[in-house]
């Protein structure tokens, strides 16, 4: 079981607006950024959202994240089916010192 | 384009060892964080080990610390694992994987983004 606690799936149909949590702790979400990564089948991870809501160049708008307390959310709005994955989230953890992954979010896009 | 090449991993009986390599390329090796991530079949992803730019300060999961070893060497652009007392639950496709913005251990803390994966290897560990 994950540190960072994720949905283990989320569905929606195209054009809908998803949102995907990711629930930490004070040792790491409540002090440290977060990261979201998207992992098509078969494919590498890749860097979607780092330092809770930034987007690397090539990223749509599409995908934004935020941070409140010991919380994070990746929200996808505007679903398109090229956007079914599996999504982490990711963070240092001070009383692990380590990095985390939260468990995964399966996305099925309907 | 950055390139990091995995290799090393295969088949290894449980309680043996086994050293992956990365081969980096195309970016400058020694300004970067370097981590290991890992996938066991079907599952999700596990962060390994770290190691920073000059390669003074390391970290490791709980699951594997004590048992597996990150080293680099910056001549060489060359990331390494050396794993030993293998199980079967260390069964899983390794993944060599560069900081996006971090040299330092303090920064990886802050900002610990990777923007660069390898392909990765398999590690099978069986009877």
């Known amino acids: 079981q994950s540190v960072l606690t994720q949905p283990p799936s989320a569905s929606g149909t195209p054009g809908q607006r998803v949102a995907i949590s990711c629930s930490g702790s004070?040792?790491?979400?409540?002090?440290?950024?977060v990261n979201w990564y998207q992992q098509i089948p078969g494919m590498t991870p890749k860097l979607l959202i780092y330092?809770?809501?930034q987007r690397p160049s090539g990223v749509p708008d599409r995908f934004s994240g935020s941070k409140s307390g010991t919380s994070a959310s990746l929200v996808i709005s505007g679903l398109q089916s090229e956007d079914e994955a599996d999504y982490y989230c990711?963070?240092?953890?001070?009383?692990?010192?380590?990095?985390?992954f939260g468990g995964g979010t399966k996305l099925t896009v309907l | 384009e950055v390139q990091l090449l995995e290799s090393g991993g295969g088949l290894v009986l449980p309680g043996g060892s086994l050293r992956l390599s990365c081969a980096a390329s195309?970016?400058?090796?020694?300004?970067?964080?370097m981590s290991w991530v890992r996938q066991a079949p079907g599952k999700g992803l596990e962060w390994v080990s770290g190691?920073?730019?000059?390669?003074?300060?390391?970290y490791y999961a709980d699951s594997v610390k004590g048992r597996f070893t990150i080293s680099r060497d910056n001549s060489e652009n060359t990331l390494y694992l050396q794993m030993n007392s293998l199980r079967a639950e260390d069964t899983a496709t390794y993944y060599c994987?560069?900081?996006?913005?971090?040299?330092?251990?303090?920064?990886?803390?802050?900002?610990?983004?990777?923007?660069?994966w390898g392909q990765g290897t398999l590690v099978t560990v069986s009877s």
């Open positions: 994987s560069k900081s996006a913005y971090c040299s330092s251990s303090s920064c990886y803390r802050t900002n610990n983004a990777i923007d660069y």
């Open positions: 195309r970016f400058i090796f020694r300004n970067y964080v």
């Open positions: 190691i920073s730019g000059s390669g003074n300060s390391a």
């Open positions: 004070s040792y790491n979400i409540g002090r440290i950024t």
């Open positions: 330092t809770n809501d």
């Open positions: 990711a963070a240092w953890d001070d009383n692990l010192n380590a990095v985390i």
